[in-house]
């Protein structure tokens, strides 16, 4: 079984569990169904598979920015103390004066970036694959960290990502050696160094649902 299959598998059997015991939560005797609902696909916008992100630094010092978790938006970041204090104040994201050095597709300010982390803390996506283009030596040999802020914020921490750094031709290298859930609770950090320009391709395994009862 390949790793797409193995997550396949974990996710329709997570789906299934979480559906049987709603049903059973619900009164049978009301008549009321619940069911999952993918809104997009829904109303005929399947998702993409793909996000594509360009994110380049313009200062001197490097930058630490997140995906996933309250910590990747710029006003609910500070809350997770034990994470963000340890970051010295020239590298945090959103420090106004860092802000206006970290540009995205959308320029500078990171726009872009701040709404998929707000979309990831909204409606948490499981994430397959993660792919750096980028022709800085130093960048390439840069890894991830993993990011947990649990449901007591007080006990958030980060730990090494085991790094699966191939360098080709392209200048294409993965970040990730195994799948990872950007949302509320789990999420990476990635530190971009001075003046220095990557395009983040982040496939999309699965995205959270909606439930609703009817």
């Known amino acids: ?27 049978t005797d009301t ?6 609902v993918d809104e997009a696909t829904l109303l005929g916008c399947g ?7 360009t994110l380049e630094n313009t200062l001197t010092t490097p930058i630490v920015v997140f995906l996933g978790t309250p910590i990747g938006i710029s006003e609910e970041a500070a809350s997770v103390k034990k994470i963000w204090d340890a970051i010295p104040t020239a590298q945090k994201w959103s420090n106004p004066d860092t802000l206006a050095g970290l540009k995205d597709n959308q320029g500078a300010g990171a726009v872009l970036l701040q709404e998929y982390n707000r979309r990831f803390v909204r409606r948490p996506m499981l994430i397959s ?3 750096v283009v980028t022709d800085s030596t130093s960048q ?8 947990f802020v649990p449901a007591n914020i007080e006990a958030s921490r980060t730990e090494p990502m085991e790094y699966k750094g191939v360098y080709t031709e392209f200048n294409q290298y993965p970040l990730l050696k195994q799948p990872m859930v950007l949302g509320e609770f ?4 990635y530190i971009l160094q001075p003046e220095t320009k990557v395009s983040l391709n982040i496939r999309i395994h699965a995205v959270d649902k909606s439930i609703f009862k009817s």
């Not at 079984?1 to 009164?27: G, I, Q, Y």
């Not at 390439?140 to 990011?147: A, F, P």
């Not at 789990?186 to 950090?189: L, V």
């Open 1 to 27: 079984m390949n790793k797409e299959d193995s997550l396949d598998a974990v996710v329709t059997s997570n789906v299934a569990n979480t559906m049987e015991a709603l049903r059973k939560a619900v009164n």
């Open 186 to 189: 789990t999420g990476i950090s």
């Open 140 to 147: 390439r040999s840069q890894s991830i960290e993993k990011v």
């Open 129 to 131: 694959e993660i792919s």
């Open 31 to 36: 008549g009321t169904t619940v069911f999952a």
């Open 47 to 53: 998702q993409s598979e793909m996000i594509n992100l």
